[in-house]
């Protein structure tokens, strides 16, 4: 996932759309007892376009909070999981400003065949 964060962060299309939508999120990872919290980066700060963390303790409170698994997780960013979708059929439990996070999921469409590629070279366990 960290690799899956910094292909978001550094991407001159992606990245930039997601630090200016500025919608901190907090993603549990039930199965798996994992937590990260991901936020905009400050500009001229050197931060990048966004920031993570795999903590439960940040300085930032997040807009919006997701519980799933991590196979959904998998599926989403392989393009084969709709959020939207997947709140209504409860396989993401989200809270906070659910609006906002949806808003975003149409910037993060270009990800979804560079994870592919990724997970076919690097993660081949993974691959849908």
Do not use: C
């Amino acid at each position: 996932m960290d690799r899956t964060f910094q292909i978001m962060s550094e991407d001159p299309e992606i990245g930039p759309r997601l630090r200016d939508a500025d919608t901190p999120q907090r993603f549990e990872f039930s199965d798996v007892d994992l937590v990260v919290n991901i936020r905009s980066g400050m500009p001229d700060s050197g931060e990048g376009n966004l920031v993570w963390d795999w903590s439960d303790e940040v300085a930032w409170n997040p807009k919006v909070m997701m519980v799933m698994a991590s196979d959904t997780a998998n599926r989403y960013f392989q393009g084969r999981e709709d959020v939207a979708l997947a709140i209504a059929r409860r396989r993401i439990r989200a809270s906070g400003d659910v609006k906002a996070a949806l808003a975003i999921q149409p910037m993060l469409r270009p990800l979804f065949a560079r994870y592919r590629d990724l997970i076919t070279r690097d993660y081949a366990h993974l691959e849908l």
